[in-house]
């Protein structure tokens, strides 16, 4: 999609710090880190949400690349998942946040789950 930041930064026009990338799949760090590990997942084939999938797309390159950083990172004893959709969808390119670590804000819902 011509103005979508995740295709940019897939695309190589917008600079990010890339943490793994595979032919399907681009992993970078958050610009607005909320969590001492927090990274972005998503595919680069653009897809605009999660209700967008359809089976022409499989979420496995995204599991599989996810599952190798948690690996890697060594951090299979805490981490979170979070997919965001409608209007907590800031970015409309699919994609999920991998956690860990110390939270920014232990007053939000999701660091209490």
Excluded at 43 to 50: A, G, Q
Excluded at 88 to 100: E, F, G, I, N
């Amino acid at each position: 999609m011509k103005d979508c930041i995740f295709c940019k930064i897939v695309e190589g026009v917008n600079p990010a710090k890339k943490v793994y990338e595979d032919d399907d799949v681009l992993v970078f760090e958050n610009i607005n880190p909320v969590a001492e590990i927090h990274l972005l997942v998503c595919p680069k084939k653009h897809i605009e949400s999660f209700l967008k999938i359809d089976e022409s797309f499989s979420l496995t390159p995204m599991v599989e690349a996810t599952q190798k950083i948690i690996s890697e990172k060594n951090i299979q004893e805490g981490y979170k998942l979070v997919f965001n959709g409608g209007k907590y969808q800031t970015v409309p390119h699919l994609h999920w946040h991998l956690l860990a670590g110390k939270l920014e804000d232990n007053e939000d819902v999701l660091n209490k789950t």
